[in-house]
């Protein structure tokens, strides 16, 4: 990619100059998502639709995209609604920006959720304008005319006009109220549900640098910048000038910050201490760095031991919790009048995003203005976050948003934007950033640790009486490390009389964040593990014992707003009946009970409510004596509404999160050691391989009445306790810590 | 130093030290995009390229021991996406983020040039080097397979037009 070529000018120019025209909409509702519920402000103009004279139809992508299929999604949404042909659509992706477009982030599998309606109508509201454009001109009622492949047509006179002939009629009309626009059936949906190849395709399988890591622009060197192994660690001397006389080395520089002194690491703490070194080419910058020798004030964060952490959490499990997040009827009592009591200590590692493309920013500091390249999940985040390190105004940060090489949520943070921001400005040259694997690997936000000591008791019925959770993980005080939270409404609160969570944490010194389905991603492997147990205490066989568990819900007032602590995406609160539909269907589609499996194989379920989404996971493993797992077939079933919107999209990326899960359960885990990160790259940090993966992942959506919602997180995190429930039916051994490698199991 | 490349057909000069390794030449001096780097370490094979035709990790081979041997990239498979696996890969709509696929594709296309009609446990071997963070794995197979009867059919045609004429 090069920045020459500012293709969004080159755009306008030869629409206006070709006679065709750039529809502009107004869209308060668009304007009001995502702003906390206050009143919209004044309506604003979004841009996204451009029709050319030869019917060619531009629509904006908004989002940013990595690798979870938004690029195409949203504007399939308006070309349908609009009527026009997709191959006759070319998608642009829009710049950051919030005075023409809301909600340009990617988290929480929310593009979807957030923008069904908003993109439908944009589409609905350009259709309107054409009928409205061409009835004017053939002095015809609206009512008499259709539309079909971008062309407004009159039966009667059998008349017929293209959406190009007519855009210039366009120019000046007024947009059309939203709540007037008709939205189609879903049985007349043309491009919305049909499999639509990713748009940039073409461009991946021909090498085209369409990625953050390939955007160059004139005169820019390679940074490099050196930061302590322990996060605030400070330069007291180095070897600097020395690295500044190395070959290809152009520029070096100590950059020296206020230490973060918060109890609990901020979400997106900035800017850290470090040591910058600018090349000709990136391997002169990091060969430099070989050989930079700095001595490290590292600050109190050094003492950090995850062995330490792991033995304070053991002498907390045996103590007294620190405090209560919810108490309902009497846990305590009921577990004493319990037919059988089951009692377990659940773990899981700290582990890391490591998106394949490493983090990377290109940026340019001139006349007090910053221009920068990112694909970051929250550019809006990083552009207040440079603004506010370089004291200036986020006006003057234009933020373009480039085809990220996959985010999992390591993106949501911008610690690498406002590195090459500020590196481009001390330098006064344009300037492209590239952490190594191994930065990437020991400077993450990682998803937290923790251990979930469990009680519960099942009565002479088998059916749950009494759950308690003393739910051990990191903070200070009342307050959470980032996405170390446990809300007071996680499953099965409301569906067990007497429930009871309590927590306790400790102090971190590595940052942490929200990773694909955070808490999810481990609250699932926990508590459909332990209901597998309990299943098995009772007699019952695992599906219908979750059939009767979530038979059993308990009539409540509805949860706080925006409770639930799931790093800001709290969902609304499980419905029951979907979930159910989910589990039966997987049961049926997997032949549970009702096929008989060689000794050594078995089935096991897990099913998970996360981001809006209902996720029900069978998994067939085959165990051998050496404990290696071959995971033989998955059948997935989501309920994420009413509609898929890109069926191909939609079963790539399911099977992808089978796939990661996989990857988290049985061979990842991050330690910390002197406050350092001990794993480095790949090899100490694996994923699942094309060898490993089951020869079958089986995607079905369950279609229900509901508004649709997203997939990215919510089929990640059954996987992992359908797997572990399987290996115990296969094996008899009950495996409660993650990664199942430190337990024997690995991976065949 | 300066180096004598064959890359993808043409002959390229370059003036850099010997231990660069050519995953950093392609990329930063002559300026091919599409090998990407991953790791740096031999484990995810996104940086792989052909050496004579042979897939190797371009981010462990320093520049100096290339030599006059052929350098095939991605964007060396075919300008248009004509190759077989170019074409599988769009059919199959392989990638999520797309970022290791160039080093997915050059992977196949080595095993495709020496096996034509791989089998599951020909493509476990040849691919397994290239870790995919999405996991798009399932797909990849089912690309590889697409490619070789593409392959397949494509020489079946030409013999038939040679038999022909």
């Known amino acids: 990619m090069k920045t020459q070529l500012n293709r969004r000018s080159f755009l306008k120019v030869s629409a206006a100059a070709g006679g065709g025209v750039l529809l502009s909409f107004e869209a308060p509702e668009l304007l009001a998502q995502g702003r906390g519920g206050a009143p919209a402000p004044p309506p604003q103009v979004s841009a996204f639709i451009t029709v050319a004279p030869n019917n060619i139809v531009t629509i904006v992508s908004k989002n940013p995209e990595v690798g979870q299929g938004v690029r195409n999604m949203l504007p399939m949404m308006i070309a349908d609604e609009l009527d026009v042909d997709w191959k006759n659509v070319r998608l642009e992706q829009a710049d950051f920006d919030d005075t023409k477009y809301v909600g340009q982030s990617a988290g929480g599998s929310t593009a979807t959720p957030n923008n069904w309606n908003p993109m439908r109508q944009v589409g609905a509201a350009g259709r309107a304008m054409f009928v409205s454009a061409a009835a004017k001109s053939w002095n015809v009622p609206a009512s008499e005319l259709t539309t079909s492949s971008g062309k407004v047509l009159h039966a009667s006179s059998n008349k017929s006009i293209t959406y190009g002939e007519l855009a210039p009629k366009l120019v000046g009309m007024p947009t059309p109220d939203f709540s007037t626009l008709k939205l189609k059936d879903p049985s007349e949906y043309k491009i919305i549900g049909t499999s639509h190849q990713a748009y940039d395709l073409h461009q991946i399988v021909l090498g085209k640098p369409i990625f953050g890591i390939d955007v160059t622009t004139p005169g820019m060197l390679y940074a490099v910048f050196e930061k302590c192994g322990v996060f605030g660690g400070k330069v007291v001397s180095s070897n600097i000038e020395d690295i500044k006389k190395m070959p290809g080395i152009k520029q070096a520089f100590v950059i020296e910050r206020p230490p973060v002194t918060d109890p609990v690491i901020p979400r997106d703490p900035g800017l850290e201490n470090g040591i910058a070194i600018l090349g000709e080419t990136w391997w002169h910058a990091q060969s430099a760095r070989k050989k930079l020798v700095v001595k490290w004030e590292e600050g109190p964060r050094a003492t950090d031991s995850s062995t330490a952490h792991a033995a304070k959490a053991a002498e907390m499990i045996a103590g007294t919790p620190q405090r209560s997040l919810r108490n309902d009827g009497d846990a305590e009592g009921a577990l004493k009048s319990a037919a059988k009591v089951v009692e377990a200590t659940y773990s899981y590692p700290h582990i890391a995003h490591a998106p394949l493309e490493p983090q990377n920013c290109t940026a340019i500091f001139k006349d007090g203005k910053v221009e920068l390249w990112t694909n970051s999940q929250t550019p809006g985040g990083g552009r207040q976050l440079v603004a506010d390190t370089l004291g200036i105004t986020t006006k003057d940060v234009k933020v373009h948003m480039v085809r990220g090489g996959g985010g999992f949520g390591r993106r949501l943070t911008n610690d690498y934007m406002v590195e090459a921001a500020y590196i481009a400005k001390q330098a006064g040259v344009p300037v492209k950033l590239l952490w190594s694997r191994e930065d990437d690997m020991t400077h993450d936000y990682y998803r937290p640790g923790g251990w979930q000591h469990l009680q519960a008791g099942v009565d002479a019925n088998g059916k749950i009486v009494a759950w308690k959770n003393h739910f051990v993980s990191f903070g200070v005080g009342d307050t959470f490390a980032q996405s170390a939270a446990m809300g007071p409404t996680e499953f099965p609160q409301r569906f067990v009389p007497n429930y009871s969570l309590q927590a306790s944490v400790q102090p971190l010194g590595i940052r942490t964040g929200a990773l694909r389905a955070p808490s999810s991603n481990a609250f699932a492997f926990v508590i459909q593990s332990f209901i597998d147990e309990l299943a098995h205490a009772a007699g019952k066989d695992p599906v219908a014992f979750r059939l009767e568990l979530l038979d059993s819900a308990i009539p409540q007032p509805a949860p706080p707003a925006g409770g639930g602590g799931r790093g800001g995406f709290a969902p609304p609160g499980l419905n029951p009946d979907r979930m159910k539909s989910v589990v039966k269907l997987v049961a049926e589609r997997s032949g549970w009970g009702k096929t008989t499996l060689p000794k050594g194989s078995a089935l096991g379920i897990g099913f998970h409510f996360s981001h809006q989404g209902y996720f029900a996971e069978v998994a067939q493993v085959k165990v051998d004596a050496a404990n290696k797992v071959r995971i033989e077939k998955v059948w997935v079933v989501g309920d994420v509404g009413s509609q898929i919107i890109n069926p191909s999209g939609a079963e790539n990326l399911s099977q992808g999160a089978v796939v990661d899960g996989i990857s988290e359960m049985f061979s990842q885990e991050i330690t910390v050691e002197k406050g350092r990160v001990v794993q480095t790259n790949y090899d100490k940090h694996g994923m699942v391989r094309l060898a490993q993966t089951p020869p079958e992942i089986d995607i079905h959506y369950l279609k229900s009445t509901f508004s649709p919602t997203g997939i990215g997180e919510p089929a990640l995190p059954p996987i992992l306790p359908a797997v572990a429930n399987a290996i115990f039916s296969a094996t008899g051994k009950r495996v409660r810590s993650l990664p199942f490698s430190k337990s024997g199991f690995t991976l065949a | ?165």
């Open chain 2, 1 to 165: 130093m300066a180096f004598k490349l064959n890359v993808n057909g043409q002959t390229r000069t370059v003036d850099v030290p010997g231990d660069m390794p050519l995953l950093w030449v392609l990329r930063d001096v002559l300026d091919l995009k599409g090998t990407k780097y991953g790791c740096g370490v031999g484990q995810c094979a996104a940086c792989t390229v052909h050496l004579n035709g042979k897939a190797i990790y371009a981010c462990l081979t320093p520049v100096s021991s290339v030599g006059t041997q052929a350098v095939t990239t991605l964007e060396g498979l075919s300008a248009d996406g004509t190759h077989p696996v170019q074409i599988a890969w769009q059919d199959i709509d392989v990638p999520q983020c797309g970022y290791c696929q160039a080093g997915q594709m050059m992977s196949a296309a080595a095993l495709l040039a020496k096996t034509p009609k791989p089998t599951d446990k020909d493509i476990d071997a040849a691919m397994n080097r290239n870790l995919c963070r999405c996991g798009t794995y399932v797909r990849i197979r089912k690309a590889v397979h697409k490619a070789a009867e593409l392959t397949t059919s494509a020489s079946a045609r030409t013999v038939q037009t040679a038999s022909k004429e």
